[in-house]
């Protein structure tokens, strides 16, 4: 089963509604309204878990969601929220919205990351604080806001700096293995790998060494999506370095230079950025061949991809482990002299923003030299932002900005200082 990418639906928490009640004590006949507001809905949360490495878990149950919030009670009490649902993946995974495609959040920067996708509704509002001195005895509250609920897809691109490419059965796995603590599956058949397997290359001398991923085997056609070829390719991208492995022996009967363009040009019709990657070609299987058969081969093959100006060549044979680390030398210093930078997706697409964008009216007014920005497409968007946190607030600022409203109020004359209520919020305005 491959296990790198998964779909799941995923849900918040409804808010729980309001509660209407009245207080009831002795001697008390005609007590004001006490009905407590409700629970906030639970959030879904994913973060980042170092100890896994495959989104498997996720094949085995596909509907996740957080708690509901409680109804409020009597005697003003407030309702319990629901609690929160965290989803632990691999670092490098990539969570995306099913129906548009786009990126909702990029999982990767730092075990422990944190990133809530979805927040549950906020609790209504109790009826006791809808007394007013006309209506003393209110005998309505709010209901809470509804869950969100949407479908995505868990994509993981695996986070190393050097990935191993190559047609299947060429012996990238053996290549793993030989230099790393890794032990994946190794058989002489296709498609042996079905999910990136991740070594830690340690060359013991006090030195830095890089994260090493066997990239599962590619074919031709690949990044048309033939052989599971878009999901192998993917998790190339995230890498700063590719060690190209290919047949030098031709057990097969392959041309190793026909099989390097063939990959390169999957690489190229994937993403012109995959093509532009350095590597080094690790020429395989060399043992098989006379000490003079193997320098004509590989002389041979650094000629016809461009002599000193193309990739470098190596003689290696991972079966005995002859040559591979001058090949991790190498590309040790290679790595050393390039930047550090490592890919992180931004944010296309928010769950939360395309809910509260829908065409539903708003009105802002001035009465008595105070101002009133109230509507659904208000009570919504504040249903499912938290105004105390930083991130809530700028989204806040930013959703008065974009729909125009700042740009009322200053029509209609506001000035710094002047209040300015916001449903149940009240703000002072400043410049």
């Not at 896994?52 to 919030?69: E, P, Q, V």
């Not at 060359?203 to 066997?214: N, P």
């Not at 539903?360 to 919504?380: D, S």
């Not at 499912?384 to 209609?412: A, H, V």
Request: charge should be negative; aromatic fraction near 8%.
């Amino acid at each position: 089963m491959f296990s790198d990418r998964v779909q799941i639906n995923i849900r918040s928490g409804k808010g729980g509604d309001g509660h209407v009640s009245f207080r009831r004590e002795l001697y008390v006949p005609n007590g004001g309204p006490d009905g407590g507001d409700g629970g906030n809905g639970g959030d879904v949360i994913f973060e980042v878990d170092p100890g896994i490495s495959t989104l498997a878990d996720f094949r085995h149950k596909r509907t996740y969601a957080a708690g509901d919030g409680k109804e409020g009670g009597k005697q003003r009490r407030h309702g319990k929220s629901g609690d929160d649902i965290v989803l632990k993946v691999p670092e490098g995974t990539i969570i995306r919205d099913l129906e548009t495609g786009k990126i909702i959040a990029d999982m990767s920067g730092s075990p422990g990351l944190r990133k809530t996708i979805l927040h549950g509704g906020k609790g209504g509002i109790g009826n006791m604080h809808f007394a007013t001195s006309v209506m003393q005895a209110p005998r309505y509250a709010k209901p809470g806001k509804p869950a969100l609920e949407r479908a995505v897809v868990l994509e993981l691109k695996c986070m190393a700096d050097v990935g191993l490419i190559g047609f299947p059965n060429v012996g990238k796995s053996t290549f793993l293995s030989r230099v790393t603590h890794a032990q994946p599956k190794i058989a002489n058949y296709h498609f042996t790998t079905l999910h990136p397997n991740l070594g830690v290359v340690d060359f013991g001398d006090h030195q830095d060494g890089f994260v090493l991923a066997d990239i599962p085997g590619l074919i031709e056609n690949a990044s048309q999506g033939e052989g599971l070829g878009h999901r192998f390719l993917q998790h190339i991208e995230r890498t700063r370095y590719l060690i190209h492995v290919v047949d030098g022996a031709g057990i097969e009967g392959r041309d190793p230079y026909d099989d390097i363009c063939t990959i390169n040009h999957e690489l190229s019709s994937y993403s012109p950025q995959l093509a532009e990657k350095p590597q080094v070609i690790a020429l395989n299987k060399m043992d098989l061949l006379p000490e003079v058969e193997r320098k004509r081969v590989s002389e041979e093959l650094q000629e016809r991809l461009g002599g000193d100006a193309g990739p470098r060549v190596f003689c290696v044979s991972c079966a005995t482990s002859e040559g591979l680390w001058d090949v991790l030398s190498y590309v040790r210093g290679q790595l050393a002299s390039m930047q550090q930078d490592r890919i992180v997706y931004e944010s296309e697409f928010s769950p939360e923003d395309e809910l509260i964008r829908d065409e539903l009216p708003f009105t802002v007014t001035r009465k008595k030299g105070e101002f009133y920005i109230e509507g659904p497409r208000i009570e919504k968007m504040l249903g499912y932002t938290n105004l105390e946190s930083e991130k809530g607030f700028l989204f806040f600022q930013d959703f008065l900005r974009d729909n125009g409203i700042n740009d009322e109020l200053i029509r209609l004359g506001v000035q710094e200082g002047d209040t300015v209520h916001v449903c149940s919020y009240d703000f002072e305005y400043y410049e």
